[in-house]
């Protein structure tokens, strides 16, 4: 499976985007880019996904660079609420058993500072 | 509203109990997941379900058991040989993979003294 490397945390003035980076410089070809988001003591919410095209929802857009060896999460204007650690996940291609296993690293302690 | 369900929030048992943790969901999806969540620590998974009466072993099962008898319902029951069992625990479901989203309970925090 891929690895993925993320700043263990990061400050965002309220109200300016917050870029999260994410390196996965070992992702093939047919591996998504998953990003997921988790308030302390709840459980992960997922925010969006992508494979090789940039990616916007309702909550964040997903800047892939050309090479997919790294990826940036933004939230274009962050709010106190988004205070929460954010965890970049490339999942396996759909092989078989491997391709169920989301693995989460420490992800990124994102702070949204007032 | 459809949605993932895990219950109690809180659980204290003694110390060589078997305790069961319950999750269930509405949305309809084959797989279901648990993964353990330390203090400062990402998740780890215990088991994973692809489909009723399946289930497969995710990174940390020793110490772990689960059923999957019916697709709503995937409990899992934290044995007395689980060396360290107070955690947070986790449970997931989605669609099959790969191009799919994982939907997350609320999770039940064990504490075992």
């Known amino acids: 499976d891929a690895k993925t490397t993320q700043p263990p945390s990061m400050d965002c003035a309220e109200g300016r985007a917050a870029n999260l980076p994410c390196n996965h410089s070992?992702?093939?070809?047919?591996?998504?880019v998953y990003w997921y988001r988790q308030i302390h003591s709840q459980g992960p919410q997922y925010i969006i996904h992508?494979?090789?095209n940039n990616e916007t929802n309702e909550m964040a857009s997903l800047i892939i660079t050309e090479d997919r060896k790294s990826s940036t999460l933004i939230l274009p204007h962050a709010t106190l609420r988004d205070t929460a650690v954010y965890y970049c996940i490339v999942r396996p291609p759909y092989s078989g058993a491997g391709s169920y296993q989301l693995t989460f690293g420490k992800g990124t302690k994102l702070s949204v500072i007032p | 509203d459809g949605g993932i369900t895990q219950s109690p929030k809180y659980l204290f048992r003694k110390e060589g109990q078997n305790v069961t943790l319950s999750c269930e969901q509405n949305?309809?999806?084959?797989?279901m997941y648990w993964y353990r969540q330390d203090p400062g620590q990402g998740l780890r998974l215990i088991y994973y379900?692809?489909?009723?009466?399946?289930?497969q072993k995710g990174d940390i099962a020793e110490g772990y058991s689960v059923s999957r008898e019916k697709k709503e319902s995937f409990p899992l029951t934290v044995t007395s040989a689980q060396k360290n069992p107070t955690a947070f625990y986790l449970c997931a479901s989605s669609l099959a993979p790969p191009n799919t989203e994982a939907f997350f309970g609320q999770g039940t925090r064990l504490t075992v003294v």
């Open positions: 379900s692809q489909i009723v009466n399946d289930f």
């Open positions: 070992t992702i093939s070809g047919n591996e998504y």
């Open positions: 992508g494979l090789k």
């Open positions: 949305l309809n999806h084959d797989a």
